[in-house]
């Protein structure tokens, strides 16, 4: 059925709504992905810090029982897994990019698996997959936020860990790239391994004097790991939240672009075909006037013959 002016007139209009609504959630996505990328640099620095003050304590002192703790029965191991995702759509691939990423890698790793998933929508797409869900959290709407989302996964995976019951702690989510606009990565945060102390213990110190551990060596390596743990859960979620909205804002932009075109196409149509109204109407009064004219036209020569007769 043939559009008419009508019916192009409400297209035109719900086309410019939509407009709106796309351009306003582009402003919004751009203004969150400044927050997060902020909060990241923010970290650097701090995390720098952490890094330096484990690398002194694992130079002056013995950490081996301390990094054994929680370790628990290994017959009985598993592989616990914290994926970010989202809660809301209009994110392009997101969720599916982390979620196979995390299926593939697990896929990998022997043992049990235990998944605790960051967003409804990554929620089903690991549900989908098949992997064994055991908690759901909420994703966080500011950077406040993500501080109470990192306790709790702290307090889940420290309570199993210590049980016994997950081993290995692998975090999965999206990380802002350069050449594109996110890729997903993987970071194994437990066990707190014989490895990963001595990385840190050949952690450069940047001057050439070693500073002392005060106090109880054991006490400041332990509030220091629970630091290094918590910046590194804050720096993934808030990596995958700059993600998020960096895939909101190139499916809105992707999206702005389409309705754009779309609003150039129902106008161009709108014009012709109002044009071609315009233009039938002048062919009437056209055709009307010249049947007019050809009626008078005979009774005009009728009269004139009349009176020279």
């Known amino acids: 059925m043939s559009d008419t002016t009508t019916s192009l007139r409400r297209k035109i209009s719900s086309a410019g709504d939509l407009q709106s609504v796309v351009r306003t959630m582009k402003a919004l996505a751009a203004s969150n992905i400044g927050q ?15 890094e330096l003050g484990l690398s002194i304590c694992f130079r002056k002192g013995a950490s081996a029982a301390l990094l054994a703790e ?63 869900l055991v908690g759901l959290f909420a994703v966080p709407n500011s950077v406040k936020a993500i501080t109470q989302l990192v306790r709790q996964i702290l307090v889940e995976s420290e309570t199993r860990h210590s049980q016994g019951d997950v081993t290995e702690l692998h975090l999965f989510y999206n990380r802002p790239t350069a050449g594109a606009v996110y890729a997903p990565v993987s970071q194994r945060l437990l ?45 993934a979620c808030a990596e995958s939240l700059a993600s998020e909205n960096a895939s909101r804002l190139a499916a809105m932009q992707r999206a702005d672009k389409n309705i754009a075109e779309l609003l150039e196409h129902l106008n161009g149509t709108f014009h012709r075909l109002r044009q071609s109204g315009i233009d039938e109407e002048l062919f009437d009064v056209i055709s009307g006037f010249e049947a007019l004219t050809k009626v008078k036209t005979p009774r005009s020569a009728e009269g004139l013959s009349r009176v020279k007769s």
């Open 70 to 132: 929680g370790k628990g029965r290994t017959d009985e191991a598993s592989v616990g897994a914290v994926v970010f995702g989202s809660d809301q759509g209009l994110v392009g691939q997101f969720n599916d990019v982390v979620a196979d990423f995390a299926v593939k890698t697990l896929a990998a790793l022997p043992g049990k698996h235990q998944i605790w998933a960051v967003g409804e929508r990554v929620h089903g797409h690991l549900s989908d997959a098949g992997l064994p």
């Open 36 to 50: 997060y990328e902020q909060s990241v640099r923010a970290l650097a620095d701090y995390y720098r810090t952490v």
């Open 191 to 235: 066990p707190l391994d014989e490895t990963w102390r001595r990385k840190l213990a050949a952690f450069p110190w940047p001057t050439g004097n070693l500073p002392e551990v005060m106090g109880g060596g054991t006490a400041t390596l332990r509030a220091l790991i629970r630091e290094y743990l918590f910046v590194s859960l804050f720096r």
